[in-house]
């Protein structure tokens, strides 16, 4: 998660983690970045004055390991 503009223009608006508990309101520029799992369940608080901008990624890994390891049945 990328926040593009500065905390300073919008109150509320908090990325929150819930285990361990942590709140963020990062820097303009800032870059956060976690693994998409039930281990890092998250949320952003309401917004209540100001306009909050940040840009979403997501990038899924997909394993390419093969069973058979590299020369085992030559």
Same mark, same amino acid.
């Given at each position: 998660?990328?926040?593009?503009?500065?905390?300073?223009?919008?109150?509320? #608006?908090?990325?929150?983690?819930?285990?361990?508990?942590?709140?963020?309101?990062?820097?303009? #520029?800032?870059?956060?970045?976690f693994p998409a799992t039930r281990d890092f369940m998250h949320g952003? $608080?309401?917004?209540?004055?100001?306009? $909050?901008?940040?840009?979403?990624? $997501?990038?899924?890994?997909?394993?390419?390991?093969?069973?058979?390891?590299? #020369?085992?049945?030559?």
């Open positions: 998660m990328l926040f593009l503009n500065d905390p300073d223009e919008y109150s509320g #608006g908090a990325l929150y983690f819930e285990e361990p508990s942590l709140e963020l309101r990062p820097a303009q #520029g800032a870059l956060v970045a952003v $608080r309401k917004i209540e004055h100001g306009e $909050r901008y940040t840009a979403l990624a $997501r990038r899924s890994v997909v394993s390419t390991a093969q069973s058979d390891p590299v #020369g085992a049945s030559q």
